[in-house]
């Protein structure tokens, strides 16, 4: 399987390493207990912390799930889609299903109405 490129690789490895120490920040979770969640040696995780190497895929999904983070976020693929689009993400993150759906209909109206 072709590997990135090591310039192509850096800068992508080191946005994951932020957005990661982000999230465990706001998790409240020291680099070891990430790293024990994974699977994975300290010195390893603190390795992908710093942008010093990049996860395999699976390591990747485990991240992810120890840090309760999306890839797109931790790839920082989000950053494509409008602030206020992932500001109403994240507030729907946490609603119940008859609000989901309250919040759906009210999406679908607002689509549908006429724009000034």
Do not use: K, W
Not at 74 to 101: F, I, W, Y
Request: glycine letters at 6%; charged letters at 25%.
């Amino acid at each position: 399987m072709p590997r990135l490129s090591a310039r192509m690789e850096r800068p992508l490895a080191m946005n994951l390493g932020t957005v990661a120490h982000a999230a465990r920040t706001r998790a409240r979770l020291t680099q070891a207990e990430v790293a024990r969640r994974v699977g994975i040696q300290l010195e390893v995780y603190g390795r992908i912390e710093r942008g010093e190497m990049f996860p395999s895929v699976p390591t990747l999904r485990r991240i992810c799930v120890a840090l309760e983070i999306g890839s797109d976020e931790l790839l920082g693929l989000e950053l494509s889609q409008p602030s206020g689009l992932r500001r109403l993400v994240d507030a729907a993150r946490g609603l119940r299903q008859p609000q989901l759906r309250l919040l759906h209909r009210l999406a679908r109206s607002l689509h549908a109405a006429p724009r000034d």
